[in-house]
């Protein structure tokens, strides 16, 4: 019997379909990797559907407003992420045309025996979004952004900043190395600039990162040039002991080991450890790994330096991961304060007298970053603020606030760089007690 062939670019669309599916229901967006589809063209035009689908969620929640009288389905399958994907291509991607973002839509919902009778309403849904393309095409830049998170950093950044927030949530971040090893050779080779420090950027991609010059031998690892910044203010002398709390998967392990401090890298999560160990065994560094509760750990000798670079709502990182805007709520961000708490508390603790304590997360939200600030000063009697001078952080204008806090954000460029950086917000302090 003849084998019916599966249209082309359908397998490509059902990936894409399972795993925007998987990020609407909560999960961390990762890129498919070649696991999930082998061909590198299907999966770079796989992964533009659903990078595009999550940057204009705001955009495309309006369409469906508009378009489903009646609601989306429920317990529809991969409905909701076929459709999604189909609008972002219609509307956002005209260069892929618009037949295959109806036709492989319909296809795809056929094989999928919980959406498969919802394949008339596709048909249909699809044909007036294309009829109003033009119109959604110039659809207001003000939805990108949920709305309790813009009126909220309105208010902290400006109307000004908001707006390049949006710019930023649709252009996506260039990528951001650290060196290992200063090499004006290699900077050249990878193409980049050099930004801050031994920050290098790189402002388009055209390959995989595993497969950029110095990867395999370890000359550098990927780090925002916002999350590169907290390591560097610990400012002790070489061989002091520190603390990385809550250090997986290594980033600023890597620095803190770089800037040849005694390391001791903790996390409570072991599948993020082992990454943590993969990232270190390609550096060629070899921290002191601990497995344990950055809460409750209680280390026999106390350190000079604590690094917290605690768990929070990371909306600072929406260029990258878009599906954290419209995925953190209120109740979400209260527990993430509260688990901050007892990590600060801890980590003081940790501390010899004298020690410095670094704090940061990579959050826009003051919930997580100033207002901790005001709550460990109240409840950790024996820390004191230890501000951040702008002079530490040459190229950096704008970042260091009056308070001496460091606040980055999409807005603020750093160096010569035309494109922002993650939002983040770092605080320094001082164990006296
Ligand atoms: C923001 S990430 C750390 C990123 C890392 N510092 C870097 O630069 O690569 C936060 C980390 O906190 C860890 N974590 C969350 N709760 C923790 C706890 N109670 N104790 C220790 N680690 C925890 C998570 O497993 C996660 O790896």
């Known amino acids: 019997m003849a084998q019916r062939t599966e249209p082309a670019g359908l397998k490509l669309r059902l990936a894409a379909a399972q795993r925007l599916k998987a990020v609407l229901a909560g999960e961390h967006f990762a890129p498919l990797g070649p696991t999930e589809l082998a061909d590198g063209r299907d999966r770079a035009l796989a992964n533009r559907l659903i990078t595009t689908a999550l940057r204009r969620q705001g955009q495309i929640n309006a369409m469906l407003a508009d378009l489903l009288e009646k609601g989306m389905p429920a317990k529809s399958g991969t409905f909701e992420a076929v459709l999604r994907l189909s609008l ?25 025996p919980k959406a498969r009778h919802l394949s008339g309403l596709m048909n249909a849904v699809l044909r007036r979004a294309q009829a109003n393309s033009a119109r959604y095409g110039l659809m207001d830049e003000a939805l990108l952004l949920p709305q309790t998170l813009a009126l909220g950093w309105t208010a902290a950044y400006g109307p000004e900043a908001v707006l390049r927030f949006a710019e930023a949530l649709v252009d996506g971040a260039p990528l951001d190395l650290t060196l290992r090893d200063e090499d004006a050779d290699l900077v050249t080779a990878l193409g980049g600039e050099r930004l801050l420090a031994d920050t290098v950027r790189l402002e388009s991609r055209d390959r995989p990162v595993e497969a950029l010059p110095g990867y395999d031998d370890g000359r550098w690892w990927v780090q925002d040039a916002a999350s590169a910044l907290p390591a560097r203010l610990l400012g002790l002398p070489a061989g002091s002991a520190v603390l990385d709390l809550c250090a997986a998967p290594g980033g600023k392990t890597a620095q803190l080991i770089k800037a040849g401090y005694k390391v001791t890298a903790l996390d409570s999560d072991g599948s993020r450890l082992e990454r943590l160990n993969a990232n270190m065994a390609r550096l060629g560094y070899a921290p002191r790994v601990v497995e344990a509760d950055a809460a409750t750990f209680d280390p026999a ?3 000079d330096g604590v690094l917290l670079d605690a768990p929070c709502s990371a909306t600072g990182t929406f260029r990258r991961h878009p599906e954290v805007l419209w995925s953190r709520s209120a109740g979400d961000i209260a527990g993430r304060v509260r688990l901050q708490r007892a990590l600060l508390a801890n980590a003081y603790r940790c501390l010899v007298p004298n020690g410095t304590l670094i704090y940061c997360v990579c959050s826009l939200e003051a919930a997580e970053g100033e207002d901790q600030v005001a ?17 530490e952080l ?17 807005a603020i460029t750093p160096g010569e760089g035309n494109a922002g950086m993650d939002g983040f917000f770092v605080a320094r302090f001082r164990r006296t007690g």
Do not use: N
Request: charged share 15%; proline share 11%; hydrophobic share 50%.
């Open 88 to 112: 972002a291509q219609l509307v956002f991607l005209p260069d892929l045309g618009a037949h295959s973002a109806l036709f492989l839509a319909v296809e795809a919902i056929k094989r999928d």
């Open 394 to 410: 040459p190229g950096l204008d704008g970042a260091v606030t009056p308070k001496g806090f460091v606040r980055t954000h999409p």
């Open 301 to 303: 000798t106390p350190f």
């Open 375 to 391: 709550w460990a000063l109240d409840a950790l009697p024996g820390l004191t603020l230890s501000p951040v001078k702008s002079a």
